[in-house]
């Protein structure tokens, strides 16, 4: 019986501590983010005429907005930079998309990397490889198919590319798209997301998203270069550990990537969240305690232990604890979206409440499922440590191996 107290009052303990410790991370997210994100990008003459920029884009199929997106890195208020479109398939759609670009501004410097050279399993370091290799600036930066950028985007994060800076990136946001899922998409980055993202920053823990990276080519030559990522699912997290451990340290955009993706359905979010869990468990153990980072469970738990301390009472703490957190998340919402939020009060919260709701069922699938993932019409099993290996089913595998088999 005294041990069952014991546990209790630890546990209890464990409660109030995760308490101060959550809105501890709200204050920071919040405070950042109003602070610092956001601001508008001024020259800085010494880098903007010095230090020249390659920019890789990988890209793969037709999204509705990729001529859009595509188009605003050619139109981009930066003195030296080349953009070099890297597509691994011949008959890849966007390749149009790419030469219609390429034609309407011919003083953009500016290439097709046709081809990809297969360096490891991962697929989006694979259709670099011939981008990355003919890149001809010290500064790489590397962009998702899907992000939509400003005039002054480069000049941002050029900006924050220091002596001592190795990499700079930026926060992941979504754009305003119509439909309930990219709602619900716009609700997630800009507050569990953010919150998480912008605390990890503040503490100088290596939480990198690669939508969005600038980087120096030196730091990942010393490293063994792109391809010595290619093993990794998560190869983003993997590079910045990689300059992190060369005594490099990261700065953060105060411009958002913004996701533009033209496609969005409740499904999508749903597997590309639980793809993105899983990826977390099997590259950072620390992972498997994220679920107490949710505003229901860790509602739940500091509701308990106030209970058990104080004597409140747990329903009635439990929903003013939600509801606080919820108008915190509004406030880190608005702050991330730059001003006033375009969807409605109703609709944020019926998002909200959807979101929080589905964050511990992904878990425990992400969790309890198979270390498998499907990523671009690919199969793929993840090991500890980040590394994976596509899985092929007999007629691939067959035909794969007829293709390599020896003449």
Not at 68 to 89: M, W
Not at 118 to 124: A, D, L, Q, S
Not at 302 to 313: L, S
Request: glycine letters at 6%; hydrophobic letters at 45%; one cysteine or more.
């Amino acid at each position: 019986m005294a041990f069952l107290e014991l546990a209790q009052h630890g546990l209890s303990i464990v409660g109030i501590i995760l308490f101060c410790i959550m809105w501890w991370l709200h204050l920071i997210s919040i405070i950042y983010v109003r602070w610092y994100m956001h601001r508008r990008a001024k020259q800085n003459l010494s880098l903007r005429y010095c230090e020249g920029v390659s920019l890789l884009k990988p890209l793969k199929g037709i999204d509705p907005n990729l001529a859009s997106n595509l188009e605003t890195f050619f139109t981009l208020d930066y003195e030296q930079y080349e953009v070099l479109l890297c597509v691994q398939d011949a008959d890849d759609p966007a390749i149009e998309v790419c030469k219609t670009l390429l034609e309407k501004y011919p003083n953009v410097d500016a290439k097709l990397c046709m081809g990809g050279r297969k360096v490891g399993m991962n697929p989006k370091i694979n259709n670099m490889m011939p981008g990355y290799e003919a890149a001809k600036y010290n500064l790489i930066w590397i962009c998702d198919s899907r992000i939509r950028v400003k005039a002054d985007t480069l000049t941002d994060l050029t900006n924050h590319m220091t002596d001592k800076v190795g990499m700079v990136h930026g926060l992941p946001y979504a754009a305003d798209r119509e439909g309930f899922a990219a709602t619900l998409e716009q609700v997630y980055f800009g507050t569990c997301f953010t919150r998480l993202f912008i605390s990890a920053h503040v503490m100088g823990i290596a939480c990198v998203a690669g939508m969005s990276c600038l980087m120096r080519k030196e730091i990942l030559d010393q490293a063994g270069g792109l391809e010595a990522f290619a093993q990794y699912m998560g190869e983003d997290y993997i590079m910045a550990k990689a300059i992190a451990s060369r005594g490099w340290k990261m700065a953060l955009a105060t411009q958002v990537a913004v996701q533009n993706c033209g496609s969005c359905s409740f499904t999508q979010f749903q597997s590309r969240m639980t793809r993105w869990t899983k990826i977390r468990i099997n590259t950072i153990p620390t992972t498997v305690v994220e679920p107490m980072s949710d505003c229901f469970v860790a509602s739940l738990i500091i509701a308990w232990a106030a209970h058990n301390v104080f004597m409140w009472n747990i329903t009635v703490f439990f929903v003013c604890h939600c509801l606080a957190w919820f108008i915190a998340d509004y406030i880190q919402l608005s702050g991330v979206h730059g001003g006033v939020v375009c969807i409605s009060k109703r609709k944020y919260a019926v998002a909200w409440f959807i979101r929080e709701s589905l964050a511990m069922p992904i878990f425990l699938l992400a969790l309890c499922g198979r270390a498998t993932i499907t990523w671009r019409e690919a199969r793929y099993h993840l090991y500890c440590g980040g590394t994976a290996e596509e899985v092929l089913d007999v007629r691939e595998r067959d035909k794969r191996g007829a293709a390599w088999a020896p003449v």
